[in-house]
């Protein structure tokens, strides 16, 4: 089991498809959280469109029926949509699973699901959500490694670029970003700038290798 990129921006719009696949980025989380009916429909195809273009895997946040309906190939989950989600119809549909976990409690509920990854954040704190979850921590990251075997691992939450290497080194298969994509004044050289450090063999400041 594996994932396309070691990076995975996550964007709320789908023109951050076009821009980041453009770049290079080959898995991209589309989360839309404001907007709805047509409006949350045209940002899905149309993102859906770049994502083809550019050789993108594309992640649909959330909408597990509309990933169903527009052919979306991999959709993910919070612990929350795991309550309602129709998980059969999601394997019949062929679409591939990620699941965001914060505890070992979630973490054993994801798993009995059979994903195709799992998230687990935030590795820092992080001002884009919400959450009753204090930091974990890259030795979080280096325990749950550990219990997910083959099942790849997502680091994510308050990762920057200069903190990649030690996501990397503690375990993390992927490591995902918000606002160190979307928030940067060159978000297409900050797409380089992760592939370049998250390449194999990549040698970073303190000696690790990736």
């Known amino acids: 089991m594996s994932l396309p990129s070691r990076i995975y921006p996550v964007v709320d719009r789908a023109?951050?498809?076009?821009?980041?696949?453009?770049?290079?980025?080959?898995l991209i989380q589309l989360r839309v959280k404001d907007?709805?009916?047509?409006?949350?429909?045209?940002?899905?195809?149309?993102?859906?469109?770049?994502?083809?273009?550019?050789?993108?895997?594309?992640?649909?946040?959330?909408?597990?029926r509309?990933?169903?309906?527009?052919?979306?190939?991999?959709?993910?989950?919070?612990?929350e949509d795991l309550d309602d989600a129709d998980l059969v119809a999601i394997r019949a549909g062929g679409i591939r699973l990620g699941v965001s976990t914060h505890s070992t409690g979630e973490l054993d509920r994801a798993?009995?699901?059979?994903?195709?990854?799992?998230?687990?954040?935030?590795?820092?704190?992080?001002?884009?959500?919400?959450?009753?979850?204090?930091?974990?921590?890259?030795?979080?990251?280096?325990?749950?490694?550990?219990?997910v075997g083959s099942v790849p691992l997502v680091a994510i939450g308050g990762i920057t670029l200069a903190r990649v290497a030690s996501c990397i080194a503690a375990g993390?298969?992927?490591?995902?970003?918000?606002?160190?994509?979307i928030g940067q004044p060159d978000p297409e050289a900050q797409v380089r700038a992760w592939l370049a450090a998250t390449a194999e063999g990549a040698v970073f400041q303190d000696g690790s290798i990736t």
Not at 44 to 56: E, L, T, W
Not at 117 to 146: D, N, S
Not at 172 to 181: E, G, H, M, N, T
Request: hydrophobic residues 45%.
């Open 15 to 26: 023109v951050w498809v076009d821009r980041l696949g453009g770049a290079g980025a080959r």
């Open 35 to 64: 907007l709805e009916g047509a409006a949350l429909l045209g940002e899905i195809r149309a993102a859906r469109a770049h994502a083809a273009r550019h050789g993108v895997c594309l992640v649909l946040n959330d909408y597990w």
């Open 66 to 79: 509309l990933a169903l309906d527009e052919g979306i190939d991999f959709i993910h989950l919070g612990q």
């Open 111 to 147: 798993l009995s699901v059979r994903p195709d990854y799992v998230a687990l954040g935030p590795v820092w704190p992080t001002r884009l959500k919400k959450m009753p979850w204090g930091p974990q921590g890259v030795e979080r990251l280096r325990e749950w490694k550990r219990l």
């Open 172 to 181: 993390a298969d992927c490591v995902s970003a918000v606002s160190d994509f």
